[in-house]
């Protein structure tokens, strides 16, 4: 009977090798990096090879660097330097050793000619499309503090004591499992007992590949919403790390995942993301235009923020239709970007979010789009650096823009179509 077990230990629950069926794309996704090399090192793949693994809805076609637009005016210094911060991530990992060591060894003059012997371009698509979405973000800065006060009352939470994870590999993806207590979770859980989770409450799960949720009673359930949240569900749960004066404002922190909050003597208290309570993104820019509150075409941050300070009496109840809820860590401030979800800072114009079941994260990638201000072409070579919950597809990529109001209002108009290569080392499959 243990095989139908899963175990809780110090906090996280592990999942027994004798569960049968398989993670939402992850049987199909190779260790060390995401990708797996099917030729000898170096050597590269066919101009319009196709790879395609069953039941993704991925697929990839080796092209030339010519088929890239503007390719040969790309900025291949900056975008060097970008890789290098991949690097501190990738360079342990077997298919990424040889150009990483390589990328350090480059000088920016070379750049160009680095990218273009040691990688192979795969055009990428989606369910046979190769258009996909396009969208910004950034790093915001908030007002706030870091005591409560009668202007700063709006918490910024750590990560509750309460918030376990189940890791998927190898689980049911429906039905009942149940769960065994081996030890402790943070202190809040002292005796040995079994536990019950039904996998159709937690549908972040489908692309995390875990479970999160707290313990209730004889069961795992899916951890608080937003709305839950907001009311006070968190009180005395988890640990405050300041305060913000606007909750319009910390919503749009979440959205971000990082940001920066300045305290009224100046300093600044640098946030990074933590974890989550792993429930679906809903969009409240949709959900305004299908109340009527503002037209669909008008549901750009800057729009909504301005509708919410307008309606104070409809911000719980707009706020609340998006339940997922990001918990952040406290960072040193520098003057680097933001930590991505690869764990390396992030540089504004070179840096963006993937889903990482199609892109692997950390490798170079080519995007091509339009500018949301100008529409002009916007075709840069940047690094897949970080994910988010509302990135969901193989052609889909959150462009990061930089720090600031600036980077804020470009962001917030982002929405274009955009196309999408990946660039893997010579003989590496996606």
Same mark, same amino acid.
Request: hydrophobic share 35%.
């Given at each position: 009977?243990?095989?139908?077990?899963?175990?809780?230990?110090?906090?996280?629950?592990?999942?027994?090798?004798?569960?049968?069926?398989? @993670? +939402?794309?992850?049987?199909?996704?190779?260790?060390?990096?995401?990708?797996?090399?099917?030729?000898?090192?170096?050597?590269?793949?066919?101009?319009?090879?196709?790879?395609?693994?069953?039941?993704?809805?991925?697929?990839?076609?080796?092209?030339?660097? &010519? &088929?890239?637009?503007?390719? !040969? =005016?790309?900025?291949?210094?900056?975008?060097?330097?970008? +890789?290098?911060?991949? @690097?501190?991530? *990738?360079k342990?990992?077997?298919?990424?050793?040889?150009? @990483?060591?390589?990328?350090?060894?480059?000088?920016?003059h070379?750049?160009?000619?680095?990218?273009?012997?040691?990688?192979? $371009?795969?055009?990428?698509?989606?369910?046979?499309?190769?258009?996909?979405?396009?969208?910004?973000?950034?790093?915001?800065?908030?007002?706030?503090?870091?005591?409560?006060?009668a202007?700063?009352?709006?918490? /910024?939470?750590?990560?509750?004591?309460?918030?376990?994870?189940?890791?998927?590999?190898?689980?049911? =993806?429906?039905?009942?499992?149940? /769960?065994?207590?081996?030890?402790?979770?943070?202190?809040? %859980?002292? &005796?040995?007992?079994?536990?019950?989770?039904? *996998?159709?409450? +937690? $549908?972040g799960?489908?692309?995390? @590949?875990?479970?999160?949720?707290?313990?209730?009673?004889?069961?795992?359930?899916?951890?608080?919403?937003?709305?839950?949240?907001?009311?006070g569900?968190?009180n005395?749960?988890?640990?405050?790390?300041?305060? !913000?004066?606007?909750?319009?404002?910390?919503?749009?922190?979440?959205?971000?995942?990082?940001?920066?909050?300045?305290?009224?003597?100046?300093?600044? %208290?640098?946030?990074?993301?933590?974890?989550?309570?792993?429930?679906?993104?809903?969009?409240?820019?949709?959900?305004?235009a299908?109340?009527?509150?503002?037209?669909?075409?008008?549901?750009?941050m800057p729009?909504?923020?301005d509708?919410?300070?307008?309606?104070?009496?409809? *911000?719980?109840?707009?706020?609340?239709k998006?339940?997922?809820?990001? +918990?952040?860590?406290?960072? $040193?401030?520098?003057?680097?970007? $933001?930590?991505?979800?690869?764990?390396?800072? *992030?540089?504004?114009?070179?840096?963006?979010a993937?889903?990482?079941?199609?892109?692997?994260?950390?490798?170079?990638?080519?995007?091509?789009?339009a500018?949301?201000?100008?529409?002009?072409?916007?075709?840069?070579?940047?690094?897949? =650096?970080?994910?988010?919950?509302?990135?969901?597809?193989?052609?889909?990529?959150d462009?990061?823009w930089?720090?600031?109001?600036?980077?804020?209002?470009?962001?917030?108009?982002?929405?274009?179509?955009?196309?999408?290569?990946?660039?893997?080392?010579?003989?590496?499959?996606?």
């Amino acid at each position: 009977m243990a095989g139908k077990f899963l175990s809780l230990r110090k906090g996280w629950l592990v999942l027994p090798a004798l569960l049968l069926g398989g @993670c +939402f794309f992850h049987p199909h996704k190779p260790s060390g990096g995401g990708a797996v090399s099917a030729l000898p090192p170096g050597q590269r793949y066919a101009e319009g090879y196709q790879h395609r693994v069953s039941g993704s809805p991925a697929g990839y076609k080796a092209v030339s660097f &010519a &088929a890239l637009p503007q390719w !040969a =005016q790309q900025d291949f210094g900056a975008g060097l330097e970008a +890789f290098r911060k991949s @690097c501190l991530s *990738l360079k342990n990992r077997p298919q990424w050793q040889n150009v @990483c060591t390589q990328a350090n060894a480059t000088g920016r003059h070379a750049a160009r000619q680095f990218f273009e012997t040691y990688f192979t $371009p795969w055009e990428v698509s989606h369910n046979g499309q190769l258009g996909g979405t396009i969208t910004g973000y950034y790093e915001p800065v908030l007002q706030g503090s870091a005591q409560q006060t009668a202007q700063a009352r709006f918490p /910024i939470y750590g990560v509750p004591a309460d918030l376990v994870s189940v890791p998927l590999v190898g689980a049911p =993806q429906s039905g009942t499992v149940r /769960i065994r207590l081996t030890g402790p979770n943070s202190g809040q %859980i002292a &005796a040995n007992g079994e536990y019950t989770a039904n *996998l159709a409450d +937690f $549908p972040g799960r489908e692309k995390s @590949c875990t479970l999160k949720g707290r313990i209730s009673g004889s069961r795992l359930v899916p951890y608080h919403t937003r709305a839950e949240i907001n009311a006070g569900a968190l009180n005395s749960k988890a640990p405050v790390l300041a305060y !913000a004066n606007d909750p319009v404002e910390l919503f749009f922190l979440h959205i971000q995942g990082s940001g920066r909050l300045r305290t009224p003597d100046g300093r600044f %208290i640098r946030l990074g993301f933590a974890d989550k309570n792993d429930h679906p993104y809903v969009s409240i820019g949709r959900y305004m235009a299908d109340k009527g509150y503002l037209p669909l075409a008008q549901t750009s941050m800057p729009k909504i923020r301005d509708w919410l300070r307008a309606y104070p009496d409809k *911000l719980a109840e707009v706020l609340g239709k998006n339940p997922s809820y990001v +918990f952040f860590r406290q960072l $040193p401030d520098s003057n680097d970007g $933001p930590i991505g979800s690869l764990g390396v800072p *992030l540089t504004g114009g070179y840096s963006g979010a993937v889903d990482k079941r199609f892109i692997t994260l950390g490798a170079p990638m080519f995007l091509a789009t339009a500018h949301p201000e100008t529409g002009r072409a916007l075709n840069r070579l940047m690094m897949a =650096q970080d994910t988010g919950s509302a990135i969901n597809g193989a052609v889909r990529v959150d462009f990061f823009w930089g720090y600031g109001d600036e980077a804020g209002r470009v962001a917030g108009r982002m929405k274009q179509t955009g196309y999408v290569w990946q660039l893997l080392p010579n003989g590496v499959l996606p």
